[in-house]
């Protein structure tokens, strides 16, 4: 497809588990970002690739999260001995770079920690 | 500490009438604003930006004003249709391009 993929959609987990989130861009996108939606709240970044750039990772709320993008495409969000408090939708989105940088977003990949 | 804040959690408009939303900023670095529109398990989807040079913006149905001074902007949809029920976020950035620090959203429903 021609949008962000985001897998899996959904997932439920025990506390205390890794889970790994994927991000498939749209083809051709330099920029990526991960944010995530707690129930009821806003969107809140987490962390942000431009190309071959240092990724700025300020959003990150703990050790336990962590991120990387292969081959300037594809991107893993994973979480370490998950919490109850990142029950959370995870949200990626892309953009092509340039002064009209706007940002297009997946469906999301819905996480409950039990 | 959150930077932009959109101070109306919910929002019921006739279709036909006009829906007003709001958001206010706190941060005077920020130069480029954006609005999303999201519906339920999906991502949000871009609507319309400004950009802080500028104060206003139009797109169809989609207005978005920008008062600098006030580090407030709304939106305005003309004529609301059921189908713009959805809620809305207020987007700022400090470069266009960089991550996006977005509001809490307002929810909007458009009776028929």
């Known amino acids: 497809g021609a949008g962000v993929s985001q897998s899996p959609s959904n997932k439920v987990t025990e506390k205390g588990k890794d889970v790994e989130l994927r991000c498939d861009p749209i083809s051709g996108h330099t920029a990526l970002y991960w944010y995530r939606q707690s129930l009821g709240q806003g969107l809140e970044f987490l962390i942000y690739?431009?190309?071959?750039?240092?990724?700025?990772k300020s959003g990150l709320p703990s050790d336990r999260f962590s991120a990387e993008r292969t081959g300037g495409s594809v991107s893993t969000l994973t979480i370490q001995r998950t919490q109850q408090e990142d029950s959370a939708v995870y949200l990626c989105a892309s953009s092509p770079g340039g002064a009209k940088n706007i940002q297009y977003f997946g469906a999301g990949t819905r996480l409950s920690v039990l | 500490d959150q930077q932009v804040k959109q101070n109306s959690p919910s929002l019921s408009v006739q279709e036909g009438r006009i829906s007003i939303l709001n958001c206010d900023y706190t941060n005077s670095m920020f130069d480029y604003f954006l609005w999303y529109k999201k519906y339920p398990a999906e991502g949000p989807t871009f609507l319309i930006s400004i950009s802080s040079i500028k104060d206003k913006n139009e797109d169809g149905r989609f207005t978005v004003f920008l008062n600098k001074s006030a580090k407030h902007l709304s939106l305005h949809i003309v004529p609301s249709q059921p189908g713009d029920s959805a809620v809305y976020f207020c987007a700022a950035q400090k470069v266009a391009g960089n991550k996006l620090t977005f509001g809490g959203g307002t929810r909007v429903l458009v009776k028929p």
């Open positions: 690739f431009q190309g071959n750039s240092a990724p700025d």
